[in-house]
C-alpha cells in the first residue's frame, strides 16, 4: 500500500490533528499560526533581529580592538557599568564575544536558516499541506523565541551575560564565582539552550518525517530538489547530535548547581582550594563537540542547497551532478560524526588518536571538493541571470572555498597545535561556515521572497547589499589569517598591549572600519526587506521560471497549500534548456507526454511503457523526416 | 482496514507516529551520551563505580517490564474494541509505573543510606543518580502520555484515535521499559 505516502485528499478541508474544526481568528492565523509559511516567516524575522543585534554586538568589541585606549562617552551611555569610563570592560568584552558566537551560530544559522528554510520549502517542494505535526511545528518556533528573549535577558542582569565563550568550558563555565559572566548570565545561556534545543528537536523530527512520509505522487527520493535534500539532513545530523549537547548541558548544570564534580578538578579559585575532585574538564569537550562538529554542518548544509537550487535556476541550466551532490552532503553528514577530536588536538590528545581525526578531517575535503567543482560546472557556460539571488550564491561558493582551503591547513595537528586559538581559526570559520552560510541564507531570502510575502525585493537595493557585504566580509576576514599565522591569539581583550603585538593595532583599525562599512550595508538589506513586505512590486506565480513544486502553489496563502489536487511528479526539478523544448524550463509536474520534442532515451530508465511510447514518437518523427 | 488507512492517512496519523519514533531515538542519543561520558569518565580518570547496586532496581525493573505487558494487554484490549478490559490494563499500567517511581526513590534512599551521594568525588557514582534521574523524568512524561491515554477512552473518540494513541503511548512505554534495562545492564557490568 504505497498510497499511505501519498496526499492527494482533495479540497479545502485541512487537517491539524484536531477533532474540532479551527476558526481563522486573528491568534491563530498571524500568532499562534500551525501553518508551515507562517511559522517560516516567524522564523526568518526572528533569525533577522537576532542576527543584527548579534552583528551590533561584533562592532562594540570591534571598536575596543582597534581603539584599546581610546574612550568613546557613547559607550557609557549605551551600556552603563558595562563599559565604564567610556571603555568596555575587559569582563564584558568577553560576554560581547560569547554572546555573538552563540547567537550567530545557533540562533542566526541554525534556527534561522533551517526553522525558515526547512518549513518554507520542505512541504512546498515536496507537495505536502503542511508538517507531519503542525502543532509541534509551532511549539518549535515558540520555544526558540523563549530561548532568544532569556538569551538576551542575560544583558540585563548585574554581573552581564555569559563570557566563557560560546563553547563554555567548564571550569571557567561550572564555577559561578570564577568570573562575573559565570553567574547569573551563565544560568541564562544554560536556561536557553535548554529551550533552544528542545525547538530544534521538534523542528527537526517533523522536517525528517514529513521528508519520509508525506511527498506527494510520483516524488520519490531521487526527484526531490537539492534544497530538501539538504534540510532533512540537516534535520537528521541536529536529531543525532543535539541530545549529546544535552548530555553534557545537564552534566555542567549539575556541576554548577548540585556540587557534582563530572568536569571539576582540583581547582584553587582566589586562593581557596575547592571541594572538587576527579573530574574531567575534557570530558566536556568531548560531549560538547561531538554536537559541535556536526553543528557546523547543519550552519552550512542548509546554504549548500539553497545555493544549489539558486545557482541551478539561474544558470538555466541542470545542477551538475546531482546524484554526486547528494552523495557528497550524505557523505559529509556521516564524516562529521568521526571528527570532533580536531578541535581537540591541544588536550594532551594521544598523538595517534589526532592522526585519526586528522584523516577523517582531511576526507571531508573530498565531498566538499565535489560540491564546489559542481557548482562551478554549473555555472560553466551556463545562461547566467545575475539576480541579487544569484550573486549571493556565488558568494557563497567564494566563501566556501576561500574558507574551506584553510581548513586543510587547522584540520593537521603538526599546523594546528601552532594555529590553535589564533585569529586564524577566526578567520577559518567566519569564511566558511559564517560569510558561506549567511551568504546561502540571503540567497534564499532573495529567491523565495515573493513565495513568502508575495512581493518583490528591490533587485538594485540587493546588488548595493551584495557588493558591500561580499566585499566587507573578506576586508574583515582576510587580514585575520596574518595576524594568527603570527600567533595572535582569539579573544584576548587588548592583544596589542603586548610588545611584539603591537604593529597588528593598524590592521585592527582597519578590520574594525571594514566591519563597520559591512554593517552598515546590512541596513540597505533591512530597508529593502520591511519594505519590500509591505510596498514591493506584487509578484508573478513563478518570477524565476522555476520548475520545483512551490511555484505551481497559488501566489495567495492557503494553509494546505494547493487548492485542489496536490500536482503530481513526474520529473527531477533541474529540466532547465533541455534541447527541443520550446522553454528552457520544464516545471516537476509537466508529464513526459506533454513534452515529446525534448524526451531523451535516458528519461526512461525504469519506464518501459515510456520508452517504447518514446521509440515510437521518434520513429514517427524519422519517417516524416523522410516523407519531406 | 482500507477505510482505516485511509481515515489515518488524512490526519497524517502514520507520520505522527514517525515523530514518535525519532523522539525515542533522540531520547535514547540521550542517554548514550551519558553512557558514554560514563566511559570516557571511568576510562580517563582511573575511577569505577564499585557500589553495590540497591535491592530496589532489581524489583523495580521488574514493575517495569509487568507494566510493559499489561500495555500490550490493554492495546490488545483496544484493538478488539474492548473498552473495559482496556482501561483496565492501562490503569494497571499506570498504577505499576507510579510504583516504579516510588521504588527508584527507595533506591536512591538506599543509595544515601550507603553515603553514596550525588554530590561525589568519584562522578562514577554520581552516573547512577543521572541515570535513573534523568529516566525519572521520562517515566513521568510517560506517565501523562498513558494518562492521556486512559483518560481519552471515557470521551467518546473515534476508534481510529484510540488505537492512534494507544500505539504512540506504546512506542514511548516500551521504550522507556528496555532504556531503563540498558541502563541497569550498563550498571551492573560496570560495577567493579
Known amino acids: 500500500m504505497s498510497t499511505l505516502a501519498v496526499h492527494d485528499h482533495g479540497v479545502v478541508h485541512h487537517e491539524d490533528g484536531h477533532e474540532h474544526h479551527h476558526k481563522a481568528t486573528f491568534l491563530n492565523t498571524y500568532v499562534f499560526s500551525q501553518d508551515h509559511k507562517y511559522i517560516a516567516k516567524q522564523f526568518l524575522v526572528t533569525g533577522i533581529i537576532m542576527a543584527f543585534i548579534a552583528m551590533s554586538l561584533s562592532i562594540l568589541f570591534r571598536i575596543q580592538l582597534a581603539y584599546p585606549e581610546k574612550s568613546f562617552p557613547f559607550l557609557t551611555t549605551l551600556l552603563g557599568h558595562f563599559a565604564p569610563n567610556g571603555r568596555i570592560s575587559a569582563d564584558f568584552y568577553m560576554s560581547l564575544v560569547t554572546i555573538h558566537g552563540t547567537i550567530m551560530v545557533f540562533f542566526v544559522l541554525t534556527a534561522g536558516l533551517s526553522g525558515t528554510f526547512a518549513n518554507l520549502l520542505i512541504p512546498l517542494q515536496i507537495g505536502a499541506r503542511d508538517m507531519a505535526s503542525p502543532f509541534v511545528n509551532m511549539l518549535s518556533y515558540w520555544f526558540f523565541l523563549m530561548a532568544s528573549i532569556v538569551m538576551l535577558s542575560s544583558f540585563f542582569v548585574q554581573s552581564g551575560p555569559a563570557s566563557g565563550g560560546w563553547t563554555i568550558y567548564p571550569p571557567l563555565s561550572a564555577l559561578p564565582k570564577s568570573m562575573p ?17 528542545a525547538s530544534q528537536l521538534m523542528g527537526g523530527i517533523n522536517y525528517i518525517s514529513t521528508v519520509l512520509n508525506m511527498r506527494t505522487k510520483g516524488m520519490d527520493l531521487w526527484k526531490m530538489p537539492l534544497t530538501v535534500w539538504a534540510l532533512f539532513l540537516t534535520a537528521v545530523l541536529g536529531v543525532l547530535s543535539f541530545p549529546v549537547l544535552v548530555a553534557g548541558v545537564v552534566l555542567l548544570i549539575f556541576d554548577r548547581s548540585a556540587g557534582t564534580s563530572f568536569y571539576l578538578s582540583d581547582i584553587v579559585l582566589n586562593g581557596s582550594v575547592q571541594p572538587y575532585e576527579g573530574g574531567s574538564p575534557i570530558l566536556f569537550q568531548h560531549l560538547f563537540w561531538f554536537l559541535g562538529h556536526p553543528e557546523v554542518y547543519i550552519v552550512i548544509m542548509p546554504a549548500m542547497g539553497l545555493s544549489s537550487e539558486v545557482l541551478s535556476v539561474n544558470s538555466r541550466k541542470p545542477i551538475f551532478g546531482y546524484h554526486a551532490m547528494v552523495y557528497s552532503l550524505i557523505g559529509i553528514s556521516v564524516l562529521s560524526f568521526i571528527v570532533w577530536g580536531h578541535h581537540m588536538f591541544v588536550t594532551g590528545m594521544n598523538p595517534f588518536l589526532g592522526g585519526v581525526f ?4 582531511l576526507i571531508i575535503a573530498v565531498p566538499s571538493a565535489v560540491k564546489t567543482f559542481n557548482w562551478l560546472a554549473t555555472l560553466w557556460r551556463g545562461n547566467i541571470r545575475f539576480t541579487p539571488a544569484m550573486l549571493f550564491a556565488i558568494g557563497m561558493v567564494s566563501f566556501f572555498i576561500s574558507g574551506g582551503l584553510t581548513g586543510i591547513f587547522l584540520g593537521n595537528a603538526a599546523l594546528d597545535i601552532n ?10 570559520f567566519h569564511l566558511v561556515m559564517g560569510s558561506a552560510a549567511i551568504f546561502g541564507m540571503l540567497a534564499g531570502v532573495y529567491h523565495w521572497f515573493p513565495k513568502m510575502f508575495r512581493r518583490m525585493m528591490d533587485e538594485r537595493l540587493g546588488y548595493l547589499h551584495f557588493w558591500l557585504t561580499f566585499i566587507g566580509a573578506y576586508l574583515v576576514f582576510f587580514p585575520m589569517h596574518f595576524m594568527g599565522l603570527e600567533g595572535v591569539p582569539r579573544r584576548y581583550y587588548a592583544f596589542t598591549e603586548f610588545e611584539s603585538m603591537k604593529h597588528w593595532l593598524t590592521v585592527n583599525v582597519f578590520i574594525t572600519w571594514s566591519a563597520i562599512m559591512a554593517g552598515i550595508a546590512q541596513l540597505a538589506f533591512a530597508y529593502n526587506f520591511i519594505h519590500s513586505i509591505f510596498w514591493g512590486k ?8 522555476s520548475n520545483t513544486l512551490e511555484w505551481t502553489a497559488p ?3 492557503h494553509h494546505g497549500n494547493w487548492i485542489g489536487e496536490i500536482p503530481t511528479v513526474y520529473r527531477w526539478p533541474y529540466d532547465y534548456s533541455k534541447p527541443g523544448h520550446d522553454e528552457d524550463f520544464i516545471p516537476q509536474h509537466i508529464p513526459f507526454s506533454q513534452t515529446m520534442s525534448s524526451n531523451l532515451p535516458h528519461d526512461f530508465e525504469d519506464n518501459p511503457g515510456g520508452l517504447a511510447e518514446h521509440t515510437k514518437w521518434t520513429d514517427a518523427q524519422k519517417a516524416n523526416e523522410a516523407v519531406k | 482496514m482500507m477505510a482505516q488507512i485511509q481515515q489515518e492517512d488524512k490526519q497524517n496519523l502514520g507520520a505522527k507516529k514517525f515523530n514518535m519514533w525519532i523522539f525515542i531515538f533522540t531520547s535514547f542519543l540521550l542517554f548514550m551520551g551519558f553512557m558514554s561520558g560514563f566511559i570516557v569518565y571511568v576510562g580517563g580518570r582511573g575511577h569505577a563505580l564499585q557500589v553495590l547496586l540497591p535491592n530496589a532496581f532489581i524489583y523495580s525493573t521488574i514493575v517495569l517490564t509487568l507494566s510493559s505487558l499489561t500495555l500490550i494487554m490493554a492495546k490488545k484490549a483496544a484493538k478488539g474494541l474492548q473498552l473495559a478490559q482496556q482501561r483496565l490494563y492501562l490503569w494497571l499500567t499506570l498504577f505499576l509505573g507510579i510504583a516504579f517511581l516510588a521504588l527508584q526513590i527507595n533506591a536512591w534512599l538506599v543509595l544515601i543510606k550507603m553515603q553514596v551521594f550525588f554530590s561525589n568525588p568519584n562522578a562514577a557514582r554520581s552516573f547512577i543518580y543521572v541515570f535513573s534521574g534523568i529516566h525519572f523524568l521520562h517515566v513521568i512524561a510517560g506517565l501523562l502520555v498513558l494518562l492521556n491515554t486512559v483518560l481519552a477512552t471515557y470521551r467518546n473518540i473515534p476508534q481510529v484515535k484510540n488505537i492512534f494513541k494507544i500505539e504512540m503511548a506504546s512506542i514511548f512505554w516500551h521504550f522507556l521499559d528496555i532504556m531503563w534495562i540498558c541502563l541497569y545492564v550498563f550498571l551492573l557490568l560496570n560495577q567493579n
Open chain 1, 181 to 197: 559572566g559565570s553567574g547569573m548570565g551563565m544560568t541564562l545561556w544554560l536556561v536557553s539552550m535548554v529551550m533552544f534545543i
Open chain 1, 358 to 361: 586528522m584523516i577523517t578531517t
Open chain 1, 419 to 428: 594555529l590553535h586559538d589564533t585569529y586564524f581559526v577566526v578567520a577559518h
Open chain 1, 555 to 557: 501566489i495567495e496563502h
Open chain 1, 538 to 545: 506584487k509578484t508573478v506565480q513563478n518570477p524565476w521560471n
